[in-house]
């Protein structure tokens, strides 16, 4: 079972309880999106077994332009939005680039990262309430990246972007200190099937994003998944960041008043799943 199957059970669970009185149309619609969504995404993207940590391969990912037949998220990517997002091979043109050309503004701007923008809740509300950063976001699968950029669009938000790209390949994407902060919520923790070379937040993804980050820059992690996360903090361990605050209860915590709530994170915290949260700073 991979991340998008064990999510897609936690919200069936959840909707079945929520919505028992509830019309039979609109019962499941969110389910039904989950189950139809294509991320047209190979397999197996590192190559590795077990614990034994090989060669790192990077990921590939379909073309946009190769899908025979693309519904209305896929054409918004190159069609609608084109201008707000960039398919697989536009993206990589905006490295270096981001603040002179793509935004448009200052050097001085900082530029923030989204690692999985997922629905975009979390995108769109750093979009919106700090007009005076700039915020990327990256996501494989067309429906969620359309919905996300397409929020902003209609509140107005000029300073959001987001790109259809491989997060195991954002060095392609970025100079060196070219972001400032960084959010990675929730991704797959490859749990079931354990595949830990698989999980993103490692020591190489670590290194690459100290170097692409500015001094002073921050970096959130979290997760619902215990092993992952105590799997990750031996990792981040021996990186060159700063650990400036960790806990396995973040809803407990002093953090708990300035977090923002991912939809995923609620459904997690109603079924009384502790949530792993670290926050990284770049000295």
């Known amino acids: 079972m991979n991340r998008n199957e064990e999510l897609m059970n936690v919200k069936k669970e959840d909707v079945n309880r929520e919505n028992k009185s509830a019309s039979s149309t609109n019962k499941g619609v969110f389910i039904k999106d989950i189950e139809n969504e294509e991320s047209h995404v190979e397999d197996d993207l590192l190559d590795g077994q077990g614990d034994e940590v090989r060669e790192f391969k990077r990921p590939r990912i379909s073309l946009t332009k190769n899908i025979p037949k693309p519904n209305y998220y896929i054409l918004a990517l190159d069609g609608e939005f084109k201008d707000y997002a960039f398919n697989e091979e536009r993206a990589p043109a905006n490295k270096g680039k981001w603040r002179c050309e793509t935004f448009k503004v200052n050097e001085d701007r900082p530029i923030d990262l989204e690692i999985g923008t997922g629905n975009g809740s979390h995108f769109q509300h750093r979009a919106v309430t700090h007009p005076e950063r700039c915020i990327v976001g990256l996501e494989l699968k067309y429906k969620p990246l359309i919905q996300t950029i397409r929020g902003c669009v209609r509140q107005k938000a000029e300073n959001a972007r987001v790109c259809r790209y491989h997060a195991m390949n954002l060095d392609l994407l970025f100079e060196k200190n070219e972001l400032n902060n960084v959010y ?28 692409l980050q500015r001094p002073g820059s921050t970096l959130d992690f979290k997760t619902d998944s215990r092993e992952y996360f105590l799997w990750s903090m031996e990792q981040i361990r021996t990186s060159k960041y700063q650990i400036e605050y960790e806990t396995l209860d973040l809803h407990n915590s002093t953090m708990r008043e300035g977090n923002f709530m991912t939809q995923f994170e609620r459904i997690f915290t109603r079924q009384g799943v502790e949530i792993n949260f670290v926050r990284l700073r770049k000295p």
Do not use: M, T
């Open 184 to 211: 990675i919520h929730f991704p797959d923790p490859w749990v079931s099937p354990r595949k830990p070379n698989n999980r993103f937040v490692n020591a190489r993804v670590l290194d690459w994003l100290f170097e």
